[in-house]
């Protein structure tokens, strides 16, 4: 790939939850940029497919599997030789083919076009989160982002170089009514992004967080009947495009963020200001 200024020119980088969505497309800036991209997701055909456009390598696991990160690591390191750079990008809204989540949705819609004030909640509310949906959200999230940083600095800190990209969320400082376990799964995340970036900065290690606003992508197609709204409540007047967040991950990625680390990089239009 070409198309961009090589700003990562001879780096690594391995993207989780890339074979669509936000992470595809910071893979595919990244590459644009000189990086050799290894495509992570749950299956290995959908992870391929986004690879081979990119000239890159696919490999499959699940990021809340302890094992299976650990013998990704690997693979991608004998596919592609070291790692420069991890974007811990895997995630679920946890209403993916909820029906009633997306009844609940337009309801919602529809009470706002009347000027109502409907209850704000995507979920149900707390008393309807099983213990089941909470711990798997916390897996995806959390546990995911654990166990790939915990592989990924066993090889930056030796070569005294990298650069990890957690993705946090506006949902991770703002909070939002029926999104507790997501809310709390994206908090944690920024926690863990600050202290990890402590404990290897004098490594050269970097790490920071992109905590996006509201971006048009398969997780948040549900929320469609609620974009108007959306809109209407960002300052700059749209939702965000995957660019908007490839863009922020090409630069934390790059030598032009050096001297960034423990941060928390927001596009978000202006929804939410200063994460
Ligand atoms: N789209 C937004 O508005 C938005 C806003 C804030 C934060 N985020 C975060 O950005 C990240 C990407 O979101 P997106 O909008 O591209 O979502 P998406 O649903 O379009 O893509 C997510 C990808 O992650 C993969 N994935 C899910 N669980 C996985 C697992 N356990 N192991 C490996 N891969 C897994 C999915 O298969 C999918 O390809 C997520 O962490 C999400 O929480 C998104």
Redesign the pocket.
Known sequence: MSAGNGRLAGRTALI?????????RIAKRMSEEGARVVI????LA?ARSTADELGGEAVA????DSAAVASMFEEAVSLVGDLDILVC?????GI?GDNAARQRIAERAEALARGEQPEDSLDGGIAGVTDEQWRRMLA??MD?TFYCCREAVKLMRPRNRGSIIT?????GTFGRGGGTA?CAA?AGILGFTRALAHEVAAYDVRVNAI??????????DPLKPLHPMLEMQTPMGRI?E?DD?AWAAVYLASDEAKFVTGQTLSPNGGWYMSQ
């Not at 989780?16 to 595809?24: E, P, Q």
């Not at 905590?211 to 948040?220: Q, V, Y």
Request: hydrophobic content about 40%.
């Open positions: 989780t939850g890339a074979a669509r969505g936000l992470g595809a992570n997701d749950l299956s959908a696991c699940d990021v809340s990008n895997a995630g679920i809204s993916e995806v999230h995911g993705m946090g969320s506006i949902m997501y994206k905590a996006p606003g509201w971006i048009r992508t398969d997780m948040t965000g995957p967040i």
